[in-house]
C-alpha cells in the first residue's frame, strides 16, 4: 500500500509561488512514474505535470508550462511542484499521484494511468 500526502498548499496574490511537497510512505517509489493533478470546483481532474523514475523527462500542461516545475527527491521518497507566477485560474485542489503498474521510464498525463493518490492540498490565488 502507498500513501501519498500533499502539503504547501494555502491562500496567496497573483503573482505569487507556492512549493507542494509530497513524500511517499509504504513503498519506495523511486522507480515509478509520479505526477501533479488539480480540480477545480465544478471541473474535471486535469493533469498538471508528470515526472519520470530519473528526473529525466518531465511533461507539463500547457496552462502551466514556463510558470511550474515538477522536481523528486528518490532519496526522501518526495515528488515537489514549485508553482511561480501564480494566477487566479490556478486556484485548485492539487493531487500528487503515482504509477506503479510499470517501470517509470516515462511520464503521463492521463487520470487513470496513475493507481495511488494524495488526499489533496488547496491552492487559491486571488487577484
Known amino acids: 500500500q502507498v500513501q501519498l500526502v500533499e502539503s504547501g498548499g494555502g491562500l496567496v496574490q497573483a503573482g505569487d509561488s507556492l512549493r507542494l511537497s509530497c513524500p511517499a510512505s509504504?513503498?519506495?517509489?523511486?522507480?515509478?512514474?509520479m505526477g501533479w493533478f488539480r480540480q477545480a470546483p465544478g471541473k474535471e481532474r486535469e493533469f498538471v505535470a508528470s515526472?519520470?523514475?530519473?528526473?529525466?523527462?518531465?511533461a507539463y500542461a500547457d496552462s502551466v508550462k514556463g510558470r511550474f516545475t515538477i522536481s523528486r527527491d528518490n532519496a526522501k521518497n518526495t515528488v515537489f511542484l514549485q508553482m511561480d507566477s501564480l494566477k487566479p485560474e490556478d486556484t485548485a485542489v492539487y493531487y500528487c499521484?503515482?504509477?506503479?503498474?510499470?517501470?517509470?521510464?516515462?511520464?503521463?498525463?492521463?487520470?487513470?494511468?496513475?493507481?495511488?493518490w494524495g488526499q489533496g492540498t488547496q491552492v487559491t490565488v486571488s487577484s
Open positions: 509504504g513503498r519506495t517509489l523511486s522507480i515509478y512514474t
Open positions: 515526472i519520470n523514475w530519473s528526473g529525466s523527462s518531465t
Open positions: 499521484a503515482v504509477c506503479t503498474r510499470a517501470y517509470g521510464s516515462s511520464v503521463y498525463r492521463e487520470v487513470h494511468e496513475y493507481d495511488y
